[in-house]
């Protein structure tokens, strides 16, 4: 190869180097300009979710209406229950009046200031009591959410875990009102379902009530119930029955008579003047014991149901209850099993009445167990 040639030659590799420098120049302030886009492009994705979050998908809620006389003697159960479900249920406590949920009163922090505003003294037998009732559904109405109202005494507890309850609940259109009167032990729990019409042997009718509510519309059954929105407004807005309740649902001269004990008649009553029976299912998810006839302790005697104490708080008796998947219409002759989404289950959700000392051996001993399924028994 002579000088010229070579000389040829080594322009060429010049001029190559060059463009090939100017074409990885171009590249990496391409490869850089689109990186500088791209992350212009999330900080503007970042900016528009900070401006514009999601909407946040709330869940239907449950309603938890507590009619306490002062504190809640139970929270501590209930905070365990209520653990990572905030967004499915509201509290609500009507205790007395000027009585306030804090620190001081409470150890759960899921009852701070739950208390209600507008509370009311409530004198047991009297028409107080449905007004307090009145007054927990007006106040939970309010949030659109709430879509199940349930009434709990300050002795109830759970018996499952919140998952279990709320699909139960949530499973049906219907609300759960016992309207009957109720005894029972063992796996049956048994109606007389006659009591829930005219209950003249107690006198509890005053047919002074008639004609608003005629006897053939009275009705007899537990307190605790569950009431759909649709039925909670009804109660709420109800200008009629009540004032009747307050008139006529009182005792008489001191006696007895005529004092129909009105939270065991008022819901059901007025479900039945309505004609919205057939939105109910004919029991309460509460268990109570009234069976006590047998009893040597006269404290428990009368009309009050068992409070059970220390030394009744074992798994044998959470199980009797949770046990019970059926009931028995006395006078109808009829047995009905307890359903939920078509399949057989429990009749019960909750359970009263509890002591402090009682609920707290259940924790203690890992017999209620709110974590991992169904409470453990």
Request: proline share 5%.
């Amino acid at each position: 190869m002579n000088r010229d040639q070579m000389k040829r030659r080594s322009i060429q590799q010049k001029i190559y180097c060059r463009w090939k420098t100017k074409i990885f120049s171009l590249l990496l302030l391409s490869f850089g300009f689109g990186s500088l886009l791209l992350m212009h492009t999330q900080y503007s994705r970042i900016n528009m979710f900070m401006l514009f979050p999601p909407p946040f998908v709330q869940m239907p809620k449950i309603a938890l209406l507590f009619i306490a006389r002062n504190r809640l003697p139970l929270d501590i159960v209930w905070d365990a229950f209520l653990q990572g479900q905030e967004y499915k249920f509201s509290i609500f406590v009507h205790s007395r009046p000027g009585f306030l949920f804090n620190k001081a009163t409470t150890k759960s922090a899921y009852f701070y200031d739950r208390q209600l505003n507008d509370s009311i003294q409530v004198d047991w037998g009297g028409a107080s009591m449905i007004q307090a009732e009145r007054i927990l559904l007006k106040n939970a109405l309010i949030d659109p959410w709430n879509e199940r109202f349930v009434f709990l005494s300050d002795s109830c507890i759970p018996l499952y875990n919140f998952s279990y309850i709320y699909d139960y609940i949530m499973s049906t259109s219907t609300s759960f009102v016992d309207r009957s009167e109720t005894s029972g032990s063992n796996s049956t729990w048994s109606y007389n379902a006659g009591s829930s019409f005219a209950d003249t042997k107690e006198g509890r009718y005053n047919p002074k009530m008639d004609p608003v509510i005629p006897v053939h519309n009275w009705r007899k059954g537990s307190q605790w119930a569950v009431l759909t929105r649709k039925h909670a407004e009804v109660v709420v807005k109800d200008d009629t029955i009540y004032p009747v309740f307050q008139q006529h649902c009182k005792p008489a001269d001191g006696s007895k008579e005529h004092n129909c004990i009105p939270d065991e008649h008022y819901v059901q009553t007025l479900l039945a003047q309505e004609g919205l029976e057939g939105e109910i299912t004919r029991r309460t998810l509460t268990h109570t014991s009234w069976d006590i006839s047998s009893s040597k302790d006269r404290e428990r005697r009368g009309w009050h149901p068992v409070t059970y104490k220390f030394s009744d708080a074992t798994p044998m008796l959470l199980q009797s209850i949770k046990d019970i998947d059926n009931v028995y219409y006395e006078t109808e002759y009829r047995r009905e099993w307890c359903s939920s989404k078509g399949k057989l289950s429990p009749c019960f959700l909750f359970a009263r009445k509890f002591t402090r000392p009682a609920a707290l051996r259940f924790l203690n001993t890992s017999v209620l167990a709110f974590n991992g399924g169904l409470i453990k028994a």
